[in-house]
């Protein structure tokens, strides 16, 4: 089975500055990864999603995520962060067949704080 | 499309009081999963449907939780008698394609049990 680690419980960023938030997986194969974001009192809402193919993938919000194979990475970045942009962040992983046992799994969550 | 819709948002119940939480996932997803959030445990899967059966539910914590699909557009999940333990924000999603491909979630209800 799959599993999530994202190292960083919280971090503080001041407006403007560079983002990246960590996630490490665990899994046989290449997963599908993914990165979610839930801002206070509401749902879930999807940044962006890697599959295949090119492994700087770009998202809504200005983020982009990098695979990294060899590290068993899928990183969440940004060039510079909004005050909007503080909330908690999901990276999730899920396995590319259709069985009983391959859901998506939720890393812990990175809670961003932005500085002003 | 609206997206996932949850009700109700929010939910204060005394202990002992069977609670009902509803979901109706976007129109022609195959799949539907309940997940719980809290504090210490995160976002937990409890439950997945696939073509309005139950496959997985091994998530479910007690016998005093249970979810049904009786329709394509239409889920709830109940838990009777709920205890101030099962205090969360319950999240619906639904998906298109495979259970590891992207989910797209409902607001939640954020659940209180006094």
């Known amino acids: 089975a799959q599993s999530v680690t994202q190292p960083d419980i919280h971090i503080t960023v001041s407006e403007g500055a560079s983002l990246e938030l960590r996630c490490n997986y665990s899994y046989g194969a290449t997963p599908y990864l993914f990165w979610y974001v839930q801002s206070p009192g509401q749902g879930l809402q999807l940044l962006l999603k890697y599959f295949s193919g090119d492994t700087l993938v770009q998202g809504i919000k200005g983020f982009e995520a990098e695979f990294k194979r060899s590290q068993s990475s899928f990183n969440l970045r940004k060039p510079s962060v909004h005050w909007s942009d503080a909330a908690e962040y999901f990276c999730a992983v899920g396995a590319p067949y259709n069985n009983a046992g391959n859901m998506l799994t939720f890393g812990g969550g990175t809670r961003l704080m932005v500085k002003p | 499309d609206a997206g996932v819709i949850q009700s109700p948002r929010h939910e204060v119940t005394e202990m002992g009081q069977e609670v009902t939480l509803r979901c109706k996932p976007i129109?022609?997803?195959?799949?539907l999963f309940w997940y719980r959030q809290t504090m210490m445990r995160g976002l937990e899967l409890l439950i997945y449907?696939?073509?309005?059966?139950?496959?997985?539910d091994s998530g479910m914590p007690e016998d005093r939780f249970s979810a049904k699909m009786p329709n394509a557009s239409f889920s709830t999940l109940k838990i009777q008698p709920s205890e101030p333990r099962d205090s969360a924000v319950y999240f619906c999603?639904?998906?298109?394609?495979?259970?590891?491909?992207?989910?797209?979630f409902g607001q939640g209800t954020r659940l209180t049990v006094v």
């Open positions: 449907f696939n073509n309005n059966v139950p496959i997985d």
């Open positions: 129109s022609g997803h195959d799949y």
């Open positions: 999603a639904s998906s298109l394609y495979l259970p590891g491909r992207e989910a797209f």
